[in-house]
């Protein structure tokens, strides 16, 4: 029942994020949802920040390898802004204007929570970003995926291997724990957009929390048609 609705021709895609902190599983469950949606017959792409577009992939390697960080944060938002005006210009508006939903791992939220919070960035500042970078875009849906400290390091430990973590990757567990609950307290301050899911659990689980978040979000099924989905 939830795939024939969500499979009725809807005009301009839908837009979903994904947040959370680093090891949250947010690749994985982005993979999930996408193939989720294809099996319900539903053009959908896959997009990333910083990255996403050729011109701000550049901006993602400036960032990760921990250049903003030298500049400071305000230096590292712009960065972070022109990555998204590149983004948003090139790859989401032209996506969602032709019936494509996309997905997308982390976007301004992500900026609020590490820069914002955590950098200390204005409000003013960030606000005046996002203003020039996005407009009036938000996400239809934001899924934060929430999980302990110390098992999304874990976590991106084993997928980085003998790799060198990357600007974010190398903070400390306090930096972390603060990340963590910036994220929890957007969640409570949006949530009609926002939807904080547990992702301490199996992947499957957790990827059930999340098709539950967007038939509720989204689509309000009748609690009858969704337990028959």
Known sequence: MADAVLNRPSGRGKFISFEGGEGSGKSTQ???????LATAKLRAIVTREPGGSPGAEIIRHLVLSGMGKLLGPDAETLLFAAARDDHVRTVIQ????QGTWVLCDRF???????????????PGVLNAMQRVTIGDLKPDLTII??????VGMQRAAARR???????FEAEDLQFHQDLREAYKQIAA?????????DANADTDAVAA?????LRDHLFALPAAAASTA
């Open 189 to 197: 301050d949006e949530p009609q957009r926002c939807v904080l899911i």
């Open 145 to 150: 995926l929430d999980i302990p400290v110390e």
């Open 108 to 122: 301004f939220d992500s900026t609020r929570a590490y820069q914002g919070r955590l950098g200390q960035v204005s």
């Open 94 to 97: 032209p996506a969602l204007s």
């Open 161 to 167: 291997g003998k790799g060198v973590p990357d600007r």
């Open 209 to 213: 929390e999340v098709w539950q978040a």
């Open 30 to 36: 982005i993979k999930k949802l996408a193939e989720r």
